[in-house]
Structure formats: C-alpha cells, structure tokens
C-alpha cells in the first residue's frame, strides 16, 4: 500500500518534475514505458466500440464536483501490486480515451456547418449590439443636448412672456396717461354742454388716474386738485342747471 501512495505522489508531482536535457543526460536514468499510438488502440469495429464505450464507469461523466480520475484509479489498485494487471488496465484506458476522442471528433465534424452558421450568427449579433449600443450613445447625447437646448428657449420663452406682459401694462398706462392729457378739452366739452354731472364724474376719474400715475413727469404737469377745483366751481355757479337736470 506504500507503494500505492508513492505512485499518487509521483502523479500529483508531475508537472512540477524538470524536463531532461538533450544530448547531455545521465546514463543512469531509467527507460520511458512505451507509449501506444492511438490508431493502434482504436477498434477496427463499431461494435467493439460501442462495447468499450459501454464498459466506461460512470462516474467519468459525472459532472458533480472536482473528480480526479488518477486518484480514482490508484485507489482501485490491489495491495500486490502486478505490472501485468497495471498494463492491462493502462491499456484498457487508453483504448476508452481514444474511443471517447474519436466519437467526439466525429460529432465536432458533423456539426462542423452547424458551428460555422452559430459562430456568424453570433458575430453578427455582436455587430448588431455594437450598432444599437453607437445609436444609444447618440440618442442619448442628443436627448442631452435637446434638453438644454429647451431649457434655453423655455428661459427665453419665460423672459419674453415676462416682457409681454410688463408692455401691456405700459401700454394699458400709456393710454390713461393718454386719456389724462385729452382731459382738459373734454372738461371744457361738457362745460359747454352743461353736463356737469359726466364733467364731476370725469374729473373724480381724472383725480384717482392721476394720483395712480403720479410719478410720470407728463402726468405731474396736470394739476388734479386744480382741475377738480375749476369743475367743482363750474359745477356751483351752474347748481340751479345741474338740479333741474336732476
């Protein structure tokens, strides 16, 4: 059994072992066992081959967990260990190997035109997903630049709203200023016609617009206290009209 041991230390330190020089070795070093060629190993009949394939344990097809299969096969080995048996075994192993190869060459083979038809049509989905992931980028520096592009006319578009309206109420000031200054014909307009009752009206109107509008110079010029005053004086010395209209 310590020889057993010795063998799965020798196989787990296999690939760690230097290389031989050429030219250049010991002439002490131990002869390589004979190596078959796998044209030799393979059966001349299908059936022979489906017998071998059946005669594979099944745990070499299992796909649980790390299974090594050179621990696998030390651990079957008898106490007594025969170099006949170990051959037998090796070479029963090896025909399995190149039975498995060959059945998977010859499944790659006809699937051959199947590979080549998924393998383009994977590339050209990836084509495909470069080009929609280019019109993404795009799309979405576009979006990013129509968003400020509308933030800039939603500004502009408030601030011209914003001065719309700030006209009108200098347009809706301007023509009661307007109105403020054709006051004066109008007073004298209803004074001639002896309305007095529209000519107090108008100059209460006249008053409360010009006190609104104070603060403009044109509207400063008209006096509103002397304006009423004249109306209101008009108004006395023509008292007994104004009652008889009345």
């Given at each position: 059994?310590d020889?057993?041991?010795?063998l799965?230390s020798?196989?787990g330190?296999?690939?760690?072992?230097?290389?031989?020089?050429?030219?250049g070795?010991?002439?002490?070093?131990?002869?390589?066992?004979?190596?078959?060629k796998?044209?030799?190993?393979?059966?001349a009949?299908?059936s022979?081959?489906?017998?071998v394939?059946?005669?594979?344990?099944?745990i070499?097809c299992s796909?649980?967990g790390?299974?090594?299969?050179s621990?696998h096969?030390?651990?079957?080995?008898?106490?007594?260990?025969?170099?006949?048996?170990i051959?037998?075994?090796r070479?029963?192993?090896?025909r399995?190997?190149?039975v498995?190869?060959?059945?998977v060459s010859?499944?790659?083979l006809?699937?051959q035109?199947?590979y080549?038809?998924?393998l383009?049509r994977?590339?050209?989905?990836?084509?495909?997903?470069?080009?929609?992931?280019?019109v993404?980028i795009?799309?979405r520096?576009?979006?990013?630049c129509s968003r400020r592009?509308?933030?800039?006319s939603?500004l502009?578009?408030?601030?011209?709203c914003r001065?719309?309206?700030?006209?009108l109420?200098?347009?809706?000031s301007?023509?009661l200023?307007?109105?403020l200054?054709?006051?004066?014909?109008r007073?004298?307009?209803l004074?001639?016609?002896?309305?007095?009752?529209g000519?107090?009206?108008?100059?209460?109107t006249c008053?409360r617009?010009?006190?609104?509008?104070?603060?403009?110079l044109?509207?400063?010029?008209?006096?509103p206290?002397?304006?009423c005053?004249a109306v209101c004086?008009a108004s006395?010395?023509h008292?007994?009209s104004?009652?008889?209209?009345?």
């Amino acid at each position: 059994m310590d020889l057993t041991k010795k063998l799965r230390s020798l196989v787990g330190r296999q690939g760690q072992l230097p290389e031989p020089a050429i030219g250049g070795g010991s002439a002490t070093c131990e002869p390589a066992l004979p190596r078959l060629k796998p044209s030799s190993e393979l059966p001349a009949d299908p059936s022979e081959e489906e017998e071998v394939l059946s005669c594979i344990e099944a745990i070499y097809c299992s796909a649980e967990g790390a299974f090594d299969a050179s621990d696998h096969e030390l651990k079957k080995l008898p106490e007594e260990l025969d170099l006949a048996a170990i051959q037998l075994v090796r070479t029963v192993l090896r025909r399995q190997l190149a039975v498995v190869s060959k059945r998977v060459s010859d499944l790659i083979l006809q699937n051959q035109s199947w590979y080549a038809l998924e393998l383009q049509r994977v590339t050209e989905l990836q084509e495909n997903l470069d080009e929609a992931c280019s019109v993404c980028i795009r799309g979405r520096r576009s979006l990013s630049c129509s968003r400020r592009e509308l933030t800039v006319s939603s500004l502009g578009l408030l601030a011209a709203c914003r001065r719309r309206q700030q006209l009108l109420g200098l347009l809706r000031s301007l023509h009661l200023i307007k109105a403020l200054q054709e006051t004066d014909a109008r007073l004298r307009e209803l004074l001639e016609e002896e309305d007095y009752p529209g000519a107090i009206q108008l100059g209460l109107t006249c008053h409360r617009a010009a006190s609104t509008f104070r603060h403009y110079l044109c509207v400063g010029q008209v006096h509103p206290p002397s304006l009423c005053g004249a109306v209101c004086h008009a108004s006395f010395c023509h008292w007994p009209s104004i009652c008889l209209q009345l």
